[in-house]
């Protein structure tokens, strides 16, 4: 609105830090400047969780606002540092609610099996037909969050989610040395739509590989013992899925409406946690894993 009336000078609010922060979030949690004593250590986890982004020091006030002590310690360590909101925000706005449930069920970190309960109750989502919401903002505040980790060098980041991203930390191998990727789902899917395989397929078109097959290289990484999901559904370039050893931990693989996939490599047929494997509509497939 700035830039179209000509506006050049324009200030960039700034996030708020040390007292200012104390002071919005204890306005909306407790009603006043400031928490009380026995409610003070809590109150600086919640801001430091928050990194000084406005909004979301005022909903985690409001959510938190009339609760106990013991309440506070609930949602602080398990709804937020188990992390469902920004795995939602990042990667499963509009996804079916069960599909989320057994992909964070099978996470590295422990989730509350009632994760979604706990968010749809902060109304920081809402489910319609099986299907999980998120409000933008909240979506946004979420990505924000991760990125906020390492505003610089993704590979820094516990969750990756934009392909860009994505393609350079496995090109440039620059995970060497950084903590693991705590959730790092598909890195060909560049967004969460009902038709997120046609959204790839021109988004991603970039990639090297597009229209030929899987690169292997990322397969080898140190996290790749960590990966337990690949959703590569309506890929339509795709044409092998290559070696998966390296990934022994896999418990779910959708290659649904893969329309290009022709081969799948045996290896698959090793993959002994394998719970889940959908290739619905793979139409052109010939050869699929067999195991001896």
Not at 6 to 28: M, P, R, T
Not at 106 to 115: A, G, I, L, N
Not at 123 to 144: R, V
Not at 207 to 225: C, K, M, Q, V, Y
Request: proline fraction near 6%; charged fraction near 20%.
């Amino acid at each position: 609105m700035l830039k179209c009336h000509g506006i050049e000078l324009i200030y960039e609010v700034q996030k708020l830090c040390g007292d200012q922060a104390l002071e919005l979030f204890s306005l909306n949690a407790f009603g006043s400047n400031k928490p009380p004593n026995d409610y003070l250590e809590l109150a600086q986890r919640a801001i430091a969780y928050a990194q000084g982004l406005p909004l979301a020091l005022t909903l985690l006030g409001s959510h938190l606002r009339n609760k106990g002590v013991h309440r506070w310690q609930a949602i602080l360590s398990d709804a937020y540092g188990g992390d469902p909101y920004t795995n939602i925000a990042c990667f499963f706005k509009g996804e079916d609610k069960d599909y989320v449930l057994q992909i964070v069920s099978s996470s590295k970190h422990k989730v509350p099996q009632d994760c979604i309960e706990v968010l749809v109750e902060k109304a920081m989502i809402t489910i319609q037909s099986n299907m999980i919401l998120m409000h933008d903002l909240l979506e946004q505040l979420g990505k924000d969050i991760i990125h906020e980790e390492s505003p610089n060098d993704p590979a820094k980041r516990s969750r990756l989610w934009f392909h860009q991203d994505v393609f350079q930390v496995l090109t440039e191998n620059t995970t060497q040395g950084c903590p693991p990727l705590t959730a790092v789902t598909n890195p060909f899917r560049c967004g969460s739509s009902p038709k997120g395989g046609k959204q790839l397929a021109t988004k991603c078109a970039p990639f090297p590989w597009a229209g030929i097959e899987l690169p292997t290289s990322w397969l080898r990484d140190e996290n790749s013992p960590n990966v337990t999901s690949i959703n590569l559904s309506g890929y339509e370039f795709l044409e092998k899925i290559p070696d998966l050893s390296g990934i022994p931990n896999i418990k779910f693989l959708n290659l649904s409406q893969c329309t290009s996939v022709v081969e799948v490599h045996d290896s698959v047929g090793f993959l002994d946690k394998l719970v889940k494997l959908d290739l619905r509509e793979c139409v052109k497939l010939t050869r699929f894993a067999t195991k001896t």
